[in-house]
């Protein structure tokens, strides 16, 4: 098996428009994987956005 490719959804842009832009590019996706990124504030921590990425695959 090759280097996985995968695409993330770009700041300003939404889900369906990654996944055309994939889809432009000839893949097609095969995993979706969101990574919270967490803010630390005075005494908690919480969730400030969540990152969408797509490990994909040629069509």
Same mark, same amino acid.
């Given at each position: 098996?090759?280097?996985?490719?995968?695409?993330? #959804?770009?700041?300003n842009e939404t889900i369906a428009e990654c996944l055309d832009r994939i889809a432009k590019d000839?893949?097609?996706? =095969? +995993? +979706?994987?969101? @990574?919270? =990124?967490? +803010?630390?504030?005075?005494?908690? #921590?919480?969730?400030?956005?969540? +990152? #969408? @990425?797509?490990? #994909? @695959? @040629?069509?």
């Amino acid at each position: 098996m090759g280097k996985k490719i995968t695409y993330e #959804v770009e700041e300003n842009e939404t889900i369906a428009e990654c996944l055309d832009r994939i889809a432009k590019d000839g893949y097609q996706p =095969v +995993r +979706r994987i969101e @990574k919270p =990124v967490f +803010r630390q504030g005075n005494s908690e #921590v919480e969730v400030a956005e969540q +990152r #969408v @990425k797509f490990e #994909v @695959k @040629k069509q």
